[in-house]
């Protein structure tokens, strides 16, 4: 139980594209979703969260404008990179929990790459 | 500010032999600390999650105790497999205020098992 599907795995796309990310819960009904970015090496830093039905809520130093977050369904959230540069590469990840406090479940990531 | 110290920040330890890996935190008020394993371009698997009350938690080869004292914890491997070899990332939740439900996240131990 508690599955977190993450979609796509991997992308590869030009500089000034706009990039969409989507964040599943398969089996439980999430009405918090976190968004992550992990660097190599380093550890997972929060980027923003969200719950379903309302704006979300973002980390010190993260734009909302160029990370758009959509948690319009208790199951879908997605993270749009819009205007992608090459320093918005990165490993992100998704996570989610029924509760804002409860454990919450990853996703597998996606490795996005901008040329 | 809340922290988690992750030490050794890399261990290469040979197949069947033991390992342990520790993490100091000034996360306060504490909620739980749980132990993931994330292998290379996947998310976060949860191995152990303890609250304040626990000293010691098991799953399968993986031991973890806490100290809620000295804000110390260790993840302990034991008859190390080729598939351990992962970053291990000490994950503190804090409790009340503004860090209630907040997760603070150790940089991880990359663990490599050699055959």
């Known amino acids: 139980g508690a599955v977190v599907s993450q979609h796509p795995s991997w992308v590869i796309c030009k500089s000034g594209t706009s990039v969409k990310i989507e964040c599943r819960s398969l089996d439980f009904q999430a009405t918090t979703m976190f968004w992550y970015r992990q660097f190599p090496k380093q550890s997972l830093m929060l980027m923003a969260t969200s719950n379903e039905g309302s704006k979300a809520t973002y980390e010190q130093g993260v734009e909302k404008d160029k990370f758009l977050i959509n948690h319009a369904s208790l199951t879908l959230s997605t993270l749009t990179v819009t205007s992608a540069h090459p320093e918005d590469s990165s490993f992100y990840i998704c996570?989610?929990?029924?509760?804002?406090?409860?454990?919450?479940?990853f996703g597998d990531g996606t490795r996005l790459s901008i040329l | 500010k809340n922290q988690v110290e992750q030490s050794p920040q890399s261990l290469i330890i040979l197949e069947g032999k033991n390992c342990t890996l520790q993490?100091?935190?000034?996360?306060?008020?504490?909620?739980?600390l749980r132990w993931y394993k994330q292998d290379t371009g996947r998310g976060p698997v949860s191995l152990t999650i303890m609250t304040f009350s626990e000293n010691t938690k098991s799953n399968g080869r993986y031991t973890a105790t806490l100290d809620a004292d000295t804000k110390q914890s260790s993840l302990h491997i034991t008859a190390s497999q080729l598939s351990d070899s992962a970053s291990y990332i000490c994950?503190?939740?804090?409790?009340?205020?503004?860090?209630?439900?907040?997760?603070?996240f150790g940089q991880g131990t990359i663990l490599t098992v050699h055959p």
């Open positions: 996570s989610a929990s029924q509760i804002g406090t409860q454990p919450q479940h």
């Open positions: 993490c100091n935190y000034t996360v306060s008020p504490f909620s739980n």
């Open positions: 994950v503190v939740s804090g409790a009340g205020g503004t860090s209630y439900g907040k997760l603070t």
